[in-house]
Antibody, heavy 120, light 111 residues
Framework: QLQLQESGPGLVKPSETLSLTCTVS??????????WGWIRQPPGKGLEWIGS???????YYNPSLKSRVTISVDTSKNQFSLKLSSVTAADTAVYYC????????????WGQGTLVTVSS | QSALTQPASVSGSPGQSITISCTGT?????????VSWYQQHPGKAPKLMIY???KRPSGVSNRFSGSKSGNTASLTISGLQAEDEADYYC???????????FGTGTKVTVL
């Protein structure tokens, strides 16, 4: 059974870079049928797609975050990563990673999520 | 790309049916039969309930059904149960430049 697990610091200072890694287990990240994505959810608010990556390295980013986001993949470790630069308090959220079916376009499964707080 | 519009809350009594709407535009919901729905219990990750407008993943109760008309997709929960109390989000494909847009979310309360 495929599982995803987010990891990274839970506290980031304003203006610094948020870095998270998603480790995929129970299956290969190098599947042609899936993208791998990051989604976030500010406390008490809705879901926001951040960006997605294919195992080959091709990426799609939310235009509202594109200037600050970098997503990369390490197929040898079955991991993909998120970097969000110049963070502010508005970036405080639970960050989820998820597998995205390319053709039918659905997100499943999701990682358990990790809360990242931006504060000095 | 703006978020899809959902009602903030919907409620119903056990056994009843409720419907949650998800309104987008001709650039997303109206153009693609690629709407999915997610259930999220407090403190938990979202769970896929419906994909491609009306298909149910294995293991999801047949009390959950989806449909679409024009720019609006809908999720219906029939035979409402206490365990259905959760937040629900729709999501639509919106083209290659901004592939995915989520809805604003709906809190379902079982009275």
């Amino acid at each position: 059974q495929l599982q995803l697990q987010e990891s990274g610091p839970g506290l980031v200072k304003p203006s610094e870079t948020l870095s998270l890694t998603c480790t995929v287990s129970g299956g290969s990240i190098s599947s042609s049928s899936y993208y791998w994505g990051w989604i976030r959810q500010p406390p008490g608010k809705g879901l926001e797609w951040i960006g997605s990556i294919y195992y080959s390295g091709s990426t799609y980013y939310n235009p509202s975050l594109k200037s600050r986001v970098t997503i990369s993949v390490d197929t040898s470790k079955n991991q993909f990563s998120l970097k969000l630069s110049s963070v502010t308090a508005a970036d405080t959220a639970v960050y989820y990673c998820a597998r995205i079916r390319t053709k039918e376009v659905w997100f499943d499964p999701w990682g358990q999520g990790t809360l990242v707080t931006v504060s000095s | 790309q703006s978020a899809l519009t959902q009602p903030a809350s919907v409620s119903g009594s056990p056994g009843q049916s409720i419907t949650i709407s998800c309104t987008g535009t001709s650039s997303d919901v109206g153009s693609y039969n690629l709407v999915s729905w997610y259930q999220q219990h407090p403190g938990k990750a979202p769970k896929l309930m419906i994909y491609e407008v009306s298909k149910r993943p294995s293991g999801v109760s047949n009390r959950f059904s989806g449909s679409k008309s024009g720019n609006t997709a809908s999720l219906t929960i029939s035979g409402l149960q206490a365990e259905d109390e959760a937040d629900y989000y729709c999501c639509s494909y919106a083209g290659s430049s901004t592939p995915y847009v989520f809805g604003t979310g709906t809190k379902v309360t079982v009275l």
